[in-house]
């Protein structure tokens, strides 16, 4: 998705050239961007956008994406959100006959992986629910909700994201919405191990944007305490991924080391409260 340049008010980012990425290191979807750039070798300029500083509720930032939400690519001064029209975006831009991540409109296949991209995007709000439940992602401030609504121009999506974190700030998350996370992330699991009996990555023989897609949900549920193993196939399709340079530079990367003792100290205490992800599995 293009952002309509009426709406990019933060001029300068007209000017810039080549790839810029505007990205915060633990953010699921802008992990799957930088992991594509990697895999096409591209270079790129990092712009990195702190979000637990409300950087992305700044003046300067909403005037670039309105939205409000990483990642945000600007190409040639063009500003391209949403993460798996980026990855769309980059790939239709930039690979080759030899590097080809996505399936093009004329592919038999392009409907099958347009509809397991959808299904991804569509756990964006229950990957969100157990962050906060068993990770370090806080419920925002009534200062912090007020100042993402009042700041940059009016936005429909961010006026929804403005909704949920308001609902969830005061009324609080319960148990039979994160049972139904839960559930809805064990039952896609299985979905996807199934289809990994027979096949090396989600679309077949080939690495797809598929692959790329799904491994940002994946490595964040590990990171919670989801019981991978439960899904065999699901297990060593993660651990090959793990083992492809471009995957394995996400994991080792200074703030995901970082990040990932953060979160292991999150499931502890998680563990200490009687509170783990396994034990909303068959709630």
């Excluded at 690979?95 to 996505?102: G, I, L, R, V």
């Excluded at 990040?259 to 009687?274: L, M, Q, T």
């Amino acid at each position: 998705m293009i952002i309509d340049d009426s709406k990019v008010v933060t001029s300068e980012v007209r000017e810039w050239k080549g790839l810029h990425l505007l990205h915060f290191q633990m953010s699921t979807c802008s992990m799957k961007v930088r992991v594509l750039l990697r895999e096409l070798g591209l270079d790129w300029i990092s712009h990195p956008i702190n979000l637990p500083k409300h950087e992305n509720s700044k003046v300067w930032f909403l005037g670039i994406n309105p939205r409000g939400v990483v990642p945000v690519l600007v190409h040639d001064g063009v500003v391209h959100v949403e993460s798996n029209d980026i990855l769309t975006y980059l790939d239709e831009r930039f690979s080759t006959a030899e590097n080809n991540y996505f399936f093009h409109e004329n592919d038999p296949s392009n409907p099958e992986a347009k509809e397991l991209l959808d299904l991804e995007d569509g756990l964006h709000s229950d990957l969100r629910l157990l962050t906060v439940k068993f990770g370090p992602l806080s419920l925002k401030s009534t200062k912090h909700i007020n100042h993402y609504e009042a700041n940059g121009i009016a936005d429909e999506y961010r006026q929804r994201e403005v909704s949920w974190w308001r609902e969830k700030s005061q009324q609080g998350i319960t148990s039979d919405e994160i049972s139904r996370a839960c559930q809805n992330f064990c039952e896609i699991f299985g979905v996807l191990d199934d289809r990994l009996s027979a096949k090396t990555w989600l679309m077949g023989e080939r690495i797809s944007i598929v692959d790329i897609a799904w491994f940002a949900n994946i490595q964040r549920l590990v990171m919670l305490g989801y019981p991978l193993k439960h899904h065999p196939n699901l297990f060593r399709y993660y651990k090959r991924l793990l083992s492809r340079a471009s995957f394995k530079a996400e994991r080792e990367h200074p703030m995901s080391r970082l990040g990932a003792i953060v979160f292991a100290f999150f499931r502890k205490v998680s563990k200490v409260k009687g509170l783990q992800i396994s034990n909303f599995l068959n709630a």
